[in-house]
């Protein structure tokens, strides 16, 4: 029998990790594994429409400093009760997101007048005398980061407030982990001490019904938004799984044109979508200008918005996890004002890489000395729309141009690249197995559930670890470039 072998690790600061060697034994019990715990997706064979796949997976978890996975993991929850701030400042999002909105009238300035207006007509009816309902406002977040190993710091790439999706197949590729680490003769409290617990699933789940429960009306109903041709709803189908069996909780799945179709908002306020009412609408779509192929979809998700029911997220929570947002937040200041303690701010601060808005460079001094860098080292940096969903981001030349190219600049963000590790990783797909170098991003989930003015969810929910090829600029696992992982902890 092959047993795993342990490497010394020159950029774990000298700890060792844990390294499995392929075989083709190896990677058929993998994906027997996979298919026999749900770590799958639709094959996309159009001659085989309900033909599954094992989704792509790291052989061996990716070794990761285990301070810098401490700090990301406790500062979640700092993270969420700064972004539940900003999505409750209405001065401070529309003054931050002016120039965007402007910039890019197709998604941004449309997000902003859906917004803006709800704001008018909630004021309208409290000036009326009406007492409005608790506003109930669910966010499942991931802050994704990268290491920075020039100088050991985790940074942050975004933090995501709407779709952040592999929530459930990051808990079964922690499993899946472990499973190969037994396996091969990793010892078990080797492995306990190494894989940290991964619960995303359960907990984000239990966001999900908390939600449901915060409205509690009889039909206990979930409507998730999804987008027309989602390929790849498993990840979802698992949420939608659990919140049956463990809670009641019965998901009904919409496109926003169906809601439009289908929806009423009755005179109590309630959501009503093919004949249930929502206690919750959950999106895992309308986070891109894509998902809205006409006014019929800005429609659903202004009756979605005006309705009572809780919104994971609201348009407001959406507009706070913009890259816009984001880099005003790393401006000095806002998150000190924003956030709950001293603390929680010198531990977000240490998070934030180089950011810098293109919006005043007339008068911004600092940002025009970036994009003069960026322009002579166009490598060094990423320029970002405000766009969620991946493939938007501009590197290299392409950059270079944009930022040369005399265009309306001001609804794009310029960011520090970071520079994370590389690594010697076995990526196996469809049953094939490739070794290469690669880079890994870790995203922490958070739940926050507000319910009118009081906080009454605020907790970290997990970790997902998605590894690409070094080549790779875009990491996206849906789109091909990148692999599920997790982390093997070194000292
Ligand atoms: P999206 O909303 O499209 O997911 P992201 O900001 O997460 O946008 O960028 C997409 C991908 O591009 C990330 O997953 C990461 O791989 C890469 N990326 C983004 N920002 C940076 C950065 N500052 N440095 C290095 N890579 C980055
Ligand atoms: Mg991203």
Known sequence: MRTATVSAGAESGGDVWIDIQASPELIQDAMAWCAQHGLVYGAQNPADPCALVHAPFALTPVPFPRQAFERARAASTPFNAMIDQVARDESYLSSVLEAAAKG??????????????????????????????????LVLTRSDYMLHEPTSSMLQVELNTIASSFGCLSTLVGGLHRFIFGKEGVARDEIERRLPKNTSMATLVDGLAAGVAAHGHVDRTMVMVVQPDEQN?????????????????RTVRKTLREVQEEGVVESCGDLAVGGRVASLVYFRAGYTDNDYFGEEEWEARRLIERSNACKCPTVAMQLAGSKKVQQDLAKPGHVERLSESPD???????????????DELMTDVDAQRAVDDAIGNPDGYVLKPQREGGGNNMYGEELRQKLQGGDDLSDLVL????????HCTTMVRRGNQETMETLSELGIYGVLLRVGEDVTINQEAGLLVRTKPKVSQEGGVAAGFAVLDSVQLVE
């Open 233 to 249: 709803s498993f990840d979802q189908q698992w949420l939608q799984l659990q919140l049956w069996e463990r809670h009641g909780v």
């Open 415 to 422: 960011m520090q690249k970071i520079l994370p590790p590389s």
């Open 104 to 137: 890019d009238p197709q998604f941004t300035g449309k997000l902003m007048a859906v917004y803006k207006d709800e704001m008018q007509r909630r004021r309208d009816r409290m000036g009326a005398g009406e007492r409005l309902p608790a506003e109930l406002s």
């Open 344 to 358: 929680d701010a010198k531990l977000m601060r240490t998070c934030f890489a180089g950011l810098w808005g293109l």
